[in-house]
């Protein structure tokens, strides 16, 4: 076998292994709580752009994202601060403003997506 022949062979490898990876995330993805896509609908950012873009009013329900979010909240209340995340995060902002802001939020998009 030559070289050009067993570099191939390794891309090729390669190749269907990153296939797998992608496809398991892509399954993964549909499987995700869209609800965060509401804040892309009033932004005008199609769902497909939204995988490009991370909002965290919503918690995430992957167990790697859940971790992280858990992580992160560790981490504020250790240095004396707050996390609020999910309906959590509404409720503050609802709290400190008075404004249903995701009511608002998702009239906006019904509008835009109607």
Not at 77 to 89: F, I, L, N, R, S
């Given at each position: 076998m030559t070289i050009r022949e067993k570099?191939?062979?390794?891309?090729?490898?390669?190749?269907?292994?990153?296939?797998?990876?992608?496809?398991?995330?892509?399954?993964?993805?549909?499987?995700?709580?869209?609800?965060h896509y509401l804040i892309y609908r009033v932004l005008g950012i199609s769902?497909?752009?939204?995988?490009?873009?991370?909002?965290?009013?919503?918690?995430?329900?992957?167990?790697?994202?859940?971790?992280?979010q858990e992580t992160l909240e560790t981490l504020y209340?250790?240095?004396?601060?707050?996390?609020?995340?999910?309906?959590?995060?509404w409720s503050y902002v609802r709290d400190k403003t008075t404004i249903d802001l995701k009511k608002i939020i998702a009239k906006i998009a019904v509008e835009r997506t109607s």
């Open positions: 570099i191939r062979q390794l891309a090729d490898q390669y190749a269907a292994r990153l296939t797998c990876v992608i496809d398991a995330r892509v399954t993964e993805m549909q499987e995700d709580d869209v609800s769902a497909r752009e939204g995988h490009l873009i991370r909002v965290m009013f919503y918690y995430p329900n992957r167990t790697q994202a859940i971790r992280i209340e250790g240095v004396g601060g707050q996390y609020d995340y999910g309906d959590a995060a």
